[in-house]
């Protein structure tokens, strides 16, 4: 037997071999660990690790001039997975119809629809007083806007015409404004509740009519005066605290 021939053994290939199966064992492992994943935390700090690793801040891009960073990648899309796992919908949760921040001092509240229950003030061009046709617009919309929980939201519009030189309003939204705020005033003296008002300022961003028309062009310097599906107290405070407020004192004892 020659010196020169290989002794009896495994073959090289099988150590590398070996490695790649360990490798994917423990991928198929990582795998199944993300699939039982209950709470947003953890899967967040999951990705965050893989992008940190395997994302753009390991690449030679990162390190180039300018904007070159992959946003569109994977990786990316995975980031965003935890905060939209939040509507709970592989747990059998519906989506929520609000945005919800990530930070807790951020809090947006969905703004309620509008019901059938409104009306129209029309305006004057460049104006914000009341004629008589919206006096008694809003006489009659206040009887049945009376007696009721439910927000009222007033939204202004202007014409998509630059005011005059002499106007006293300095821009589309101060003459909107002051439209809005001659409606809730008017609105307040037949007893509407002050609380349940709620003021919006389109501008001219919002005309109802782009046309040529005179006379279709004049509803554009408009007030929508129009009853939501929330009520007054939904907005005020959180809903431990509204609890709290409506459950009966606690007595001391002996009395």
Known sequence: MDDDDEAPGIPEWVVTFGDMMSLLLTFFIMLVSMSEIKKDEQYQALVESFRRQFGHDSSMESVLAGNAKPRNSNLAK?????????FSTHAGGDKVKAPVGDSPQVRIIRPGSKTAVGTVVYFPEDSAKLDETAIAALQAQSLEFGGKPQKIEIRGHTSLKPLPAD??????????????????????????????????????????HIGTDPLLLKQNPRVEVFLLDEVIDDLVGTAQEQANRRAPPIEAPGN
């Open 167 to 208: 106007s006293p309003f300095k821009t589309h939204w101060d003459l909107a404004y002051a439209r809005c705020m001659a409606v809730k005033q008017y609105l307040v003296s037949l007893g509407i509740d002050e609380r349940r008002i709620r003021v919006a300022v389109a501008g001219k961003n919002e005309p109802f």
């Open 78 to 86: 995975l980031a965003t997975m935890g905060r939209a796992k939040r």
